[in-house]
């Protein structure tokens, strides 16, 4: 597997004016001493690159969920787009921040249901798959459900936003070429 991906991106060595920048602000919120691979992919294309970098932070910076329940709906995305590298990306994530042992390994291989955690949260990663394959069949009664379980319409909101942002991306890292982790910056998880 080549560690090329389909279109050109700017190697953090020779990026200038807002790609530099923006790489800079990226190195420093993940304090990893590289930019991630995938801020990489729309870098050529230094307002593309800002909106892909603000979409993320929106999706696990801020809001009201916790940051475990925004890396399990990555996990499930990535699963059933097939995205093995947003797979692995976000497992590390869930990994970095405390996740247990058990919900990594059962969200790599296993289905929503065999996830060990609670049927609330549970219930929330359905509604996420369903917007994965069938978002044109969510109903008023899902989202009637999910708030007797005790989700907030803020907490919906979120988790909806994230899903449906975060299937975009997973499209992006496949449809160019993004494979494994540290393809671009030679990064080993």
């Given amino acids: 597997m080549s560690d090329e991906v389909r279109l050109p991106v700017v190697a953090e060595s020779a990026a200038t004016g ?8 990226i190195r420093e919120h993940f304090g990893l001493g590289f930019v991630p691979d995938v801020f990489q992919l729309t870098s050529t294309r ?15 910076f801020e809001g009201v969920l916790r940051r475990e329940t925004k890396e399990l709906i990555a996990a499930v995305v990535a699963r059933d787009a097939g995205c093995r590298y947003c797979v692995d ?10 996740g247990s042992p058990e919900v990594i390994a059962a969200a790599r291989v296993g289905s929503i249901e065999e996830l060990p955690v609670d049927e609330k949260l549970r219930a929330l990663l359905r509604l996420v798959h369903r917007i994965d394959e069938e978002a044109f069949r969510v109903t ?8 007797e379980l005790g989700w907030t319409d803020d907490e919906l909101l979120e988790a909806a936003w994230t899903a449906s942002l975060f299937n975009g991306i997973v499209r992006l890292v496949d ?11 030679g990064f080993t998880a």
Avoid: C, K
Wanted: without cysteine; glycine residues 8%; negative net charge.
């Fill in 18 to 25: 807002e790609t530099a920048e923006l790489y800079a602000t």
């Fill in 46 to 60: 230094p307002s593309f690159q800002q909106v892909f970098w603000d979409g993320y932070r929106s999706m696990f």
């Fill in 89 to 98: 990306a976000h497992l590390f994530l869930l990994e970095l921040i405390g």
């Fill in 140 to 147: 008023d009664q899902d989202f009637d459900h999910l708030r």
């Fill in 175 to 185: 449809t160019l070429g993004l494979y494994r982790i540290g393809q671009l910056s």
